[in-house]
């Protein structure tokens, strides 16, 4: 599976160009619904059709720039290999898609930009973690959401201890490992009996299988949990390169469960880290907004979103908010409904934060401050209008 970390996103939302379509529709990994999975894509096809009729562009055109996915319909090898979920990106010079771990609402819309709002579950700093489940004899490496979990493939890392020192150098062992990145003191590890052999041994095989796991999640900030018996989680942090492990380990023993299982007990430890984010942003956002330094104005957030003000984005996971924006006016006009010619407003400051590498969140509008649609802390506080410009 490729990963859609942020990174990927900031990506597929640079130079895009209008018409953009977006398609989400909810897909099936195995039984007879998969069967229905390409006559919904066909559905929404025909739906995006539509809709690039009412924005002026005729039948012709349409079907041209729709061609690309609408040669999906007939790929069985594609949909015999789907997740929960599968969102598709198009416009003249490109098809992106994506099978995500996700269940998906059945959506289609096209605007100035990709909507990718369904999506931040995937991508913001309290939607995704990841779980190392290690042993000696088995280590698997785990994406999950709090609604989905799926195996993430570690190339040819290998997986066992066994498998690593066989074909891992016993000399090398001897040179050592630095035990810092920055290159400091170096723990060496000789070849002596007993259970300082086993511990280098197993170290070895960490250093391994650290290696992976960085060359896997590397540029990503999302939190790593390592679920293992007790005594393997001080080796594997001596080993571990990723710099966001959880210092609080699961200790279990991994190898008998479920994906989902593992995942549950992931949560349990994760879950803690992701409220206590939370909480201090929502905490600080009085005393913040006090000081010009946090808003709820949905035109204000745009504006500095725009700006690259933007620390920390908390979305109402309910929201949408038709309208348009005009950046160098710093004016944002909201309508009662979708139009053709309204765009997301929520989903233009996600993008917009996400581009300047905002914190951003997706929480139950209970939380929200001011029970708004958006919230947002700001990194310099916001200028008076008098002084915009000056």
Known sequence: MTLLSRTELQSLLTGQKP???????PTHKAGREIRQDPIRLKNQLTRAEELLGQAGINSTKSQQLLKSAAALLEDQDFWQHQE??????ITSEQLRYYRVPLELETMTVVSDQFQVKPLLPLVTDDGQFYVLAASQ????????TRDSVQAVDLGDTPLSEAVALRYDDPEESLQGHSSNRGGGQRTFHGQGGGKDSENSDILRFFHLVSDGVEDVLAGQNVPLVFMGVDFLFPIYKEANKYPHLLD?????????LSPKEIRDHALKAVEPYFTASRKAVVEQYGSLKNNSQATADLETILTAAHDGQVDTLLIATDAQRWGSFDAKARKATLYDGKTVESQDLINMATVLALFTDAKVYVIDRDEVPEKADAAATLRYPILAPELVGA
């Open 19 to 25: 018409p953009c379509v977006s398609i989400y529709l």
């Open 84 to 89: 929960n979920g599968l969102a598709l990106f």
């Open 137 to 144: 004899n088995k280590v698997a490496l785990y994406h999950a």
């Open 248 to 256: 609080e380990a699961i200790a279990f023993q991994p190898d008998q």
